[in-house]
């Protein structure tokens, strides 16, 4: 029997009760209406023999009890999938389905297209033949001479191409053999695969694998090829292993025509009480330093959690060792780190609780020193102990306690054991306006030192500090730079008195005079550390405006001016230092905040009042209007140690272009400190970036790199990786993102 319909709508419906269901659904309450759902209904696989499958044509005909022939601008829909063509024969009773003319198979809003398919709707395979498909999820499309469906969210195709790039653009594909594409698994393997770009094979790897999302999978990483001074040409191919979901393991081989071959391994490993990473990197015999050289790290972090009594443990390792002073200079590939002096290791238990913290550690330092500039290494903490407790509101006042405990060990310098206790108490008067905080405070320090390494005898030493910490606070409403604020006008005065005590034939383990700042100027002691405590009777006076939006709380500017007065002439000094007869310090000015839409300022200066003179400054200057553009221009000056200029840049512009830029110049010693020149070009699905970059890192020497780096969408990154080296040399670098449809990973991923 032939039925003839024009637009006929058949449901073959497959399981008892099914016609009973969907007449209850269509009775809805007053008030619904219909709405639009772009994505078909996912029924769960286990439930697919109570699903429906919906026939629509302009012919639709029968041949017995188990077959639907539709024809002319047909579609089959069950589950989630669909099948358009111009003849589609459907068998009810095992679910297979055979299309011809003008064939689209949507599953889960992918798309595949070919003139002939054969597919089973219950165990979702089949095949097609010249299929051209589009991952939309994904953001990926390609062709294929035959492509198998094998199973939910698997297909394999025969003579496949993959890419990224947008309907009629083939700027970069990879073709190979055969090509299957994972979706459960977020993978995509191909074998006898070449990467193609504009038509030219970058390279062929018999099995090439790459990630369809961004999330770890075990393989080599893109490789990385760059070219600098030091090293000449450089080439390296990690391979990364996905161990566990919380641990990975990557292996370096890294190739230097002049140096030789290395090999760097890194484990990285993550839980919710612990983290940690260990590295170690291998050179032996380099070919210029004529020794093996190596690199050795552990840093782990670890959160023990709560005791019986209310507090929380932590601990802290880190580990570091390199076979040579010179081996960050010659050898790091991050150029960040080629200027690290002193490398820790160091072990830290601690504990913290609402009542205050403790903790315990040993620590000392490898010091890698520069032959034209050597430093004094520091100090050894074998160990040192800390412990600092705060009680509030005890009858209106508040109760503090610092304590600390440390033995020095130094292989030079005198060596000796320092106990401080400093116990104190404040008086906190707090309105809405303003507040007043009188504070009493005792120091006490004992020396015990170390007869073999010192002449210094032990000694004690005990003083009373007092200080007064006050404040005011006013508000107006204010209009700047064409926006509604809130101005605050913020006085604040500071005043400590501490008696002198010699302190002259004591040790110096940690002491130093720190730079004067907007923190240091209230604060009790002149000197850091605890081997000096300045004598005091002091004022610090301060003032400090802020433009507030009161639509967000937001700061938008603060300005502000401090400077201290000494009511009396300081006597204690570090050795070798002069003494401090001056009657003020120097006048501390500050600027910074967002002036106009696109524009930020910061900006410093210290000027020293007793000499008329600017002693540092520091001014910087931002625009950026948008991402991808972003201009930075700063001028530091120290009267005695640097004058330089720094402008960096980055701005698009247009035609996927971007030019980047710094420029880094000491005008003290005529010498270049950093340049760097490049740019970078963004297509639809890929992006180029070249850059080249000249930095002293070390006193008369300098090294040159280049880097060259290709980024295809939704695959991988090949080349060196100028990234890091862009965000920190220009302030305010973004990352130009390409399509948003077409993933791109972040952090470089397997390709093998």
């Not at 490789?223 to 080439?235: C, H």
């Not at 071959?261 to 990473?277: H, K, P, V, W």
Request: aromatic fraction near 10%; proline fraction near 6%; charge should be neutral.
């Amino acid at each position: 029997m032939r039925l003839v319909h024009p637009r006929l709508v058949c449901a073959a419906l497959l399981a008892f009760g099914s016609a009973s269901g969907y007449a209850q659904s269509a009775e809805q309450p007053p008030g619904v209406g219909l709405r639009i759902e772009t994505d078909l209904v996912r029924i769960p696989i286990e439930n697919r023999d109570a699903v429906p499958v919906f026939v629509d044509a302009d012919t639709i005909s029968g041949r017995g009890q188990n077959e639907i022939q539709a024809e002319g601008n047909a579609s089959l829909r069950k589950r989630g999938q669909v099948v358009f063509a111009d003849f589609i024969r459907h068998n009810t009773t095992d679910g297979d389905v055979s299309a011809q003319g003008n064939v689209i198979l949507v599953q889960r809003r992918n798309e595949v297209r070919g003139p002939y398919l054969f597919f089973n709707l219950e165990r979702e395979t089949g095949f097609m033949d010249n299929p051209v498909y589009v991952l939309t999820e994904l953001g990926g499309r390609g062709f294929a001479r035959r492509m198998f469906f094998e199973g939910e969210d698997r297909f394999r195709a025969e003579g496949g191409q993959y890419t990224t790039c947008g309907p009629e653009n083939e700027d970069w594909y990879i073709r190979a053999d055969e090509l299957m594409i994972d979706q459960a698994r977020n993978v995509g393997t191909a074998r006898n695969a070449s990467l193609m770009f504009y038509g030219v094979p970058i390279f062929y790897v018999p099995t090439l694998s790459f990630p369809l999302a961004n999330e770890r999978k075990s393989g080599f990483l893109a490789p990385t090829l760059s070219v600098s001074g030091r090293n000449g040409v450089e080439f390296s191919a990690p391979y990364y292993w996905a161990i566990a979901p919380n641990i990975d393991y990557t292996v370096i081989p890294r190739a230097m025509v002049k140096r030789g071959f290395q090999i760097g391994n890194e484990l990285r490993y993550l839980d919710t009480s612990y983290r940690g990473e260990a590295r170690f990197e291998v050179l032996p015999s380099d070919r210029i330093a004529r020794e093996d050289r190596y690199l050795a790290s552990l840093q782990h972090n670890h959160n023990f959690g709560p005791d019986r009594f209310g507090g929380n443990w932590a601990g802290l390792l880190d580990l570091q060792k390199v076979s040579d002073d010179l081996y960050f200079r010659d050898l790091a590939t991050r150029i960040a780190i080629t200027s690290q002096t002193n490398l820790p290791r160091e072990g830290l238990l601690a504990r913290g609780a609402t009542w205050g913290s403790f903790f315990i550690r040993a620590q000392r330092f490898q010091t890698l020193q520069d032959p034209l500039a050597p430093i004094t290494p520091p100090y050894a903490r074998l160990p040192q102990m800390q412990l600092n407790a705060t009680q509030l509101d005890v009858f209106r006042t508040d109760l503090g306690l610092a304590s600390e405990y440390v033995n020095f060990s130094h292989p030079t310098l005198p060596n000796g054991q320092r106990l401080v206790v400093n116990p104190n108490v404040t008086l906190p008067l707090q309105t809405t306006f303003g507040f007043i905080k009188p504070k009493l405070g005792l120091h006490a320090t004992r020396y015990l030192m170390d007869e073999q390494t010192t002449t210094i005898e032990s000694a004690t030493r005990t003083m009373p500090i007092v200080s007064v910490d006050s404040g005011l606070v006013f508000e107006r409403d204010a209009r700047f730079f064409g926006r509604d604020v809130t101005q605050t006008l913020e006085p604040r005065l500071f005043y400590s008195y501490i008696p002198f005590r010699d302190q002259s034939r004591l040790p110096v383990f940690d002491s130093a005079l720190p730079d004067p700042n907007f923190v240091t100027l209230f604060q009790e002691n002149l000197y850091s550390g605890s081997d000096r405590i300045a004598d005091a009777n002091q004022i610090t006076a301060g003032l400090v405006s802020r433009a507030i939006d009161p639509g967000d709380g937001a700061e938008r500017i603060r300005v502000g001016v401090a400077q201290r007065f000494y009511l009396q002439e300081l006597q204690v000094t570090l050795p070798g230092a002069p003494e401090r007869g001056r009657s003020r310090s120097d006048l501390l000015g500050a600027l910074t905040g967002q002036l106009w839409r696109g524009w930020i300022v910061d900006a410093g200066l210290q000027y020293s009042t007793s000499l008329s003179s600017v002693e540092r400054t520091i001014a910087g200057i931002r625009y950026a209007p948008e991402p991808g553009k972003v201009l930075n221009a700063s001028y530091r000056y120290s009267r005695t140690q640097l004058e330089q200029i720094d402008v960096s840049a980055q701005w698009r512009l247009g035609g996927g272009w971007t030019t980047l830029a710094r420029y880094n110049y000491s005008l003290r010693d005529r010498t270049i400190l950093e340049a760097l020149a490049g740019f970078q070009y963004d297509d639809d699905c890929w992006s180029f970036r070249f850059v080249a970059n000249r930095i002293a890192v070390a006193t008369e020497q300098a090294n040159t790199a280049f880097f060259i780096q290709i980024e295809l969408g939704g695959l991988s990154r090949v080349g060196s990786n100028p990234l890091e080296l862009l965000r920190r040399s220009i302030p305010g670098y973004t990352d130009t993102e390409l399509n948003p449809t077409r993933p791109v990973n972040e952090i470089p991923y397997p390709l093998l």
